[in-house]
């Protein structure tokens, strides 16, 4: 699979921008604050549908934009003879509700749009249609931020081949949000404790089909990982052996929680509070490896996550690398560039050209960013 289109209409700091692109190794190269990481988030955004950056989707219409305010991110993408077209707009909300929120947060409410093939989708629709794996300097969040992050890393990887899963999620969080109403209303004695029998059962049927996928994503991604994770070291470095462990928080003891969760109003147990142990060694890389090894370790996760995405879906998904090796030491970044040498279609960015061991001959393109424009390089 590869783009061979990107448009873009309001999106962050571009107003207007048509990008054509083929396979192989695509360089943008650029200062910081010139564009590339909105590049780079605006193609992920076509196969994540949800950008990874902001806190509220307003933030990525570009913010002079003028009246009305509409973001649009379009891509065209190959996939084996077949072409495939996803298609994401935003639109700010008109009214006092936008203004208040655009007090607040600095961007407006907005309504969504998803079209695939000019047909309008729902997200859980349209998720797969292009397949998508992003690098960012970010990721170190993966090893030391909040176990939220490790449930999206799982569910993205399965939700782009099996489209059931995203659905999945949603009636799960459905239930989750309908069971935590009731404990509310339990503990403002407008309820009682019986109605929740009900309500564990759908969560425990919600919650089985979430559990199985990620259970067995969890175990392909890990032994990609550490195959990746090996190849990546340098050669006086150590084989750690970098590990991925699934720890689902288990809703078969919903009713053992039952006294906890009516104390604090709100479910503890089920997928919403499962966790992905990372390991370098048998011990937590958050706490005892070294910001270079976090590194490597996320960049090895994200490698696996398009290995895991090849085996499912039978080819490669696009591979966006967001200033991916200047953290790097050489070794580390030279056999970076081998085992992205192959993939059908890898978008990379850096504000240092010295620092990708990639020459002229190893790219099919390269472009400059530069004064809110692009050009070739």
């Given at each position: 699979m590869h783009l061979?289109?990107?448009q873009?209409?309001?999106f962050?700091?571009?107003?207007e921008l048509t990008?054509e692109?083929g396979?192989g190794l695509?360089l ?8 590339k990481?909105?590049l ?6 076509l196969?994540a549908l ?7 989707e ?5 913010w ?9 991110a ?6 084996d003879?077949e072409?495939?077209?996803v ?6 909300r008109?009214g ?15 309504s969504k749009?998803?079209r695939v093939?000019g047909?309008a ?5 349209a ?17 030391t ?14 939700g782009?081949v ?5 659905a999945?999620?949603?009636?799960y ?6 069971r935590?109403?009731l404990?509310?209303?339990i503990?403002d004695?407008?309820?009682s404790?019986?109605?929740?029998d009900q309500?564990?059962e ?10 199985q996928?990620?259970?067995?994503a969890?175990?392909q991604l890990?032994e990609?990982?550490a195959?990746?994770h ?5 050669p ?12 689902p928080?288990d809703a078969q ?11 604090r109003?709100?479910t503890?147990?089920g997928?919403?509070?499962?966790e ?5 060694d048998e ?5 005892f490896a070294?910001?270079a090894q976090?590194?490597?370790a996320?960049?090895?996760?994200r490698?696996?996550e398009a290995?895991?995405?090849a085996?499912?879906?039978s080819d490669s998904?696009?591979l966006l ?5 200047s953290?790097?030491?050489p070794p580390?970044?030279?056999r ?10 890898v ?7 010295a620092?990708v061991?990639l020459d002229?001959q190893?790219l099919a393109?390269?472009?400059q ?7 070739p390089?």
């Amino acid at each position: 699979m590869h783009l061979t289109r990107l448009q873009l209409s309001n999106f962050r700091s571009w107003a207007e921008l048509t990008l054509e692109l083929g396979p192989g190794l695509t360089l943008l190269c650029g200062a910081n604050a010139a564009g590339k990481s909105n590049l780079v988030e605006a193609a992920y955004l076509l196969a994540a549908l949800r950008s990874t950056r902001s806190q509220t989707e307003g933030e990525l219409i570009r913010w002079t934009a003028p009246e009305p305010q509409v973001m649009r991110a379009a891509g065209t993408a190959t996939v084996d003879t077949e072409s495939v077209q996803v298609e994401v707009a935003l639109a700010a909300r008109s009214g006092g509700a936008a203004s208040s929120a655009r007090l607040r947060t600095g961007a407006p409410l907005t309504s969504k749009r998803i079209r695939v093939n000019g047909v309008a989708r729902r997200a859980s629709d349209a998720l797969g249609a292009i397949r998508a794996v992003q690098f960012t300097t970010l990721d170190l969040e993966l090893l030391t931020g909040s176990s939220s992050l490790r449930r999206r890393y799982l569910d993205m990887a399965v939700g782009q081949v099996q489209r059931s899963h995203a659905a999945n999620v949603s009636r799960y969080q459905r239930a989750l949000s309908q069971r935590n109403a009731l404990l509310k209303r339990i503990a403002d004695g407008r309820a009682s404790a019986s109605e929740l029998d009900q309500w564990d059962e759908l969560l425990r049927a919600a919650a089985e089909p979430i559990w199985q996928a990620r259970m067995i994503a969890a175990g392909q991604l890990s032994e990609f990982a550490a195959v990746r994770h090996l190849a990546l070291r340098s050669p006086d470095d150590p084989a750690e052996l970098l590990s991925l462990t699934y720890a689902p928080a288990d809703a078969q003891s919903l009713g053992e929680s039952r006294a906890r969760d009516l104390a604090r109003g709100s479910t503890s147990v089920g997928p919403h509070r499962d966790e992905l142990l990372i390991d370098l060694d048998e011990r937590p890389a958050a706490a005892f490896a070294s910001r270079a090894q976090q590194r490597a370790a996320a960049l090895s996760m994200r490698l696996a996550e398009a290995d895991f995405l090849a085996a499912e879906a039978s080819d490669s998904p696009i591979l966006l690398l967001d200033d991916a090796f200047s953290e790097l030491d050489p070794p580390r970044r030279e056999r970076t560039a081998a085992a992205i040498a192959d993939m059908e279609q890898v978008i990379l960015t850096s504000a240092d050209r010295a620092a990708v061991p990639l020459d002229d001959q190893a790219l099919a393109a390269s472009f400059q960013i530069a004064d809110g424009g692009l050009r070739p390089a």
